[in-house]
């Protein structure tokens, strides 16, 4: 891997947990009030398109960056219905 490669893999993990500290918080509290369901709607329709052309152009790294950060919008879609 390169120095640009490792700074694509650094910068898409950060995406793909960028979520994780909001699903901790609407854990810990029980609430979602705040979080617009429109915009997880966004997000995670956006990752879906972005997870299927991961796949199409083959790239293992982008696959499951892709994967990770869809996987955490969709549970955070999730907890938004649950806790609403």
């Given amino acids: ?15 793909a947990f ?3 500290p909001q699903i901790i ?4 509290t029980r609430s979602t009030h705040d979080l617009s369901l429109c915009m997880l709607l966004i997000i ?14 083959g790239d293992p790294v982008f696959i499951i960056i892709n994967l990770l950060a869809t ?6 879609l999730i907890l938004k ?4």
């Fill in 81 to 84: 219905l649950i806790y609403r």
């Fill in 1 to 15: 891997m390169n120095g640009y490669q490792w700074i694509g893999l650094i910068g898409g993990l950060m995406v």
């Fill in 18 to 20: 960028g979520f994780v």
């Fill in 71 to 76: 996987g955490n919008t969709l549970l955070l």
């Fill in 44 to 57: 995670f329709i956006g990752g879906l398109f972005y997870t299927t052309y991961a796949f199409l152009a």
């Fill in 25 to 28: 918080k609407v854990l810990r």
